[in-house]
């Protein structure tokens, strides 16, 4: 439904008539016609004409201008309730089409160089130089970028994409297009045919299965995705084209806390060599220091870690957090604390004076930090050869370890991307735990050097939810710095089992505090419907 058809619903009886106007393009509305003439004398600068004539908005745009004023007009609190609600829904629809209108009109104001009639250097400066706020810079560069993605143009003009993940998808194709549609045929060094399937059908595919977490029942959904991403690629024209239409099914079917993260992963993917270079350029600036403040005051360290030495170091500060028994009690004082003064923002420098202040996260890793040097010190691990190595999560499939064009990177369990000479060598030096996954994400296969089951059953399951929790709209994990947990499907206490296949993962917060803390229903990202006493809809 059209923005005026919207708004026509929702004024007073004594508007009609401007608003009819407006929609067939009858009388003027609200004033004479605009002129539609610049400020153009020849040979005349502006400075020395004098003032220039200020233009008034074209008709269609007053006539929407008084029809929101005759909205406002009306309290929402005055209608009855299913006519608010109703009313609710359409200016979010109408507010979308406004979004998607002033970007266009942005890129008009950018193509032509209209910014010049105010005196403005640029379109961002005659932006921030506007009256009223709204409009920032990455609204200007969405605008500049849609004349190149028409696709996400059309998605947004109806109303079927937001602009954050059209601003997202434009970005990424900005970042790619450079190495797409070159002579020699090739993307970042390997063949672009072979690449692009890989990304825009393989790679695609990876990360839905991921989000679903190999629920069965998506099977259909899966291959008929695959499907569509084939034709798609397989269509001929342009590899932009063809990646941005296969970004638009992406963006449709990934769910939005994820979409960041999962175009992350498919840029590495399209573009190995360049994300090669960030990681011998990380391994060149490595650097540690640590220096002792004096007087008592303690040590200062700072540094940058290659992703292996921080991987390392964060699995070891999550197995030492973990064995902390005043974690849990501080997490209860900083809940407890909040509920008191009725402030969730409630910063340590918040903290009421008269209470015992429980430890930041900062604080508590720096302890977990001392208590995995205690243990290392305490086992004299350090005064022989060969120490065991943190057990490292890594996800990696064999077309990334065979070289294949187009292969997702390998990702650790903290969310750092592994070249493919980084991997080879862990599996060279460590034991390690393999589990082999198909295409839709299921486990098929498990093998260890080391018996420890409840761990291995963790492992699998984060690999399997991509290291994510599995509430639709939740992108927690470990590499937000939350813990996953696994949950009984059917409660452990009614059939004394558990089960892979009846088990998912959640992050702490959705665990603890919204399935069992308030006894909430939670939806998952694959549809399924998980309530406190067991599965509502599977």
Known sequence: MAAQELLRA???AGVDVEIEAFLHGGSEVGGPAPSTEFWAVPGVSPSSAGPRPTAAPDAATMALQDALAAVAAVSPSSLP?????????????IQQQVEILTLEALSDVDRRQLFTLDDQPSTAAWVKAQPVPGVGRGDVTLARRLRAVPKVAEELRAGRMSTT????????LAKARPHLDR?????????AEQVLYGVAVDGICQLVA??????????????ELRETLEDIVGAGGSQ????????????????????????????????????????DRAEDERGFSLAHKGLGSGWHC??????????????????????????????????????????????????????????TRAQQRHDALKDALRSLLGAGALGTRGKVLPHVGVSVGLDFLHGMPGSLPARTTHGARLARAQVRELLCRSTFTRLVLDAKRRVVEVSHTQRTSTGLERLLLGVQCGGVCQRKGCGNGPATGHRLIPHHGELFSNTGRTSLADTVMFCEIDHDHELHGKGRTL????????????????
């Open 210 to 223: 991921e989000q679903i977490g190999g629920a069965t029942a998506a099977e259909h959904d899966l291959a």
């Open 240 to 279: 932009v084209e063809r990646l941005e239409a296969a970004l638009v099914v992406f963006a449709h079917r990934c769910d939005t806390a994820l979409l960041p993260s999962g175009l992350s992963l498919l840029l590495d993917a399209l573009l190995p060599a360049q994300h090669q270079k960030r990681t």
């Open 165 to 172: 993940t059209g601003t997202r998808l434009s970005a990424f």
């Open 10 to 12: 929702w004024v007073p």
């Open 302 to 359: 700072k540094g940058d870690l290659d992703d292996e030495t921080g991987e390392m170091l964060a699995t070891v500060l999550d197995a030492a957090a973990a064995t902390d028994a005043d974690t849990p009690a501080d997490t209860t004082a900083w809940r407890e604390g909040r509920a008191a003064v009725g402030d969730d923002t409630l910063t340590p420098q918040d903290w009421p004076a008269e209470q015992p202040r429980p430890r």
């Open 523 to 538: 939806e998952l990202k694959d549809g399924r419907v998980l309530g406190p006493h067991g599965w509502v809809r599977r």
């Open 81 to 93: 309730p299913e006519q608010a609600l109703a009313r609710t829904k359409a200016l979010q629809v």
């Open 183 to 191: 002579a020699d045929g090739l993307i970042d060094g390997l063949d």
